[in-house]
């Protein structure tokens, strides 16, 4: 299978189930399955509902009917007027390393473009090192404490990247 399969599509209520799902396994595949990130997070479970807020957009990436993927952009509160948080990027482990992520990127920066923001921040962990490394090729640049109040006290990797 290659990218040309791929559909982008805004998160619908009836994805909630089988994305919660996807982004749980990728933090057990990881072993950062614990309190203080989204594994606990029980906005987890209603994705739809949270990308409700205004300025927010989540985007599910789907291969012949099946989520994949997912990424998303969020008006995390405390954050720096016209500064969005890049989050919930994520992928099923045999679709990593073929440019998805790298397509779910870009459609979110579009987003946040389109919202009129001028600024992406994200939060990472040490164990999520590949992610890490696609988010420099991406344009983000390590800063060093935490911006906004995401509410993931876990997360001790901090990236900031202008649109």
Aim: charged share 30%; hydrophobic share 35%.
């Amino acid at each position: 299978m290659n990218s040309q399969n791929i559909t982008l599509r805004k998160i619908k209520e009836l994805d909630n189930r089988e994305i919660a799902e996807l982004i749980r396994s990728v933090f057990r595949e990881f072993k950062i399955d614990k309190p203080g990130t989204v594994y606990y997070d029980p906005t987890t479970d209603d994705l739809y509902g949270l990308f409700q807020k205004p300025g927010s957009v989540y985007w599910i990436a789907e291969e012949e009917g099946k989520i994949i993927g997912g990424c998303g952009l969020y008006a995390t509160p405390g954050l720096p007027d016209g500064c969005a948080e890049l989050v919930k990027l994520y992928l099923l482990p045999e679709r990593r390393g073929k440019g998805i992520g790298r397509l779910l990127m870009e459609k979110t920066f579009e987003s946040a473009k389109e919202l009129g923001y001028k600024q992406l921040y994200l939060e990472s962990m040490p164990e999520l090192s590949k992610a890490i490394g696609m988010y420099e090729k991406a344009g983000f640049s390590f800063i060093s404490s935490r911006m906004g109040n995401s509410g993931h006290f876990c997360c001790d990797i901090w990236m900031v990247r202008d649109l």
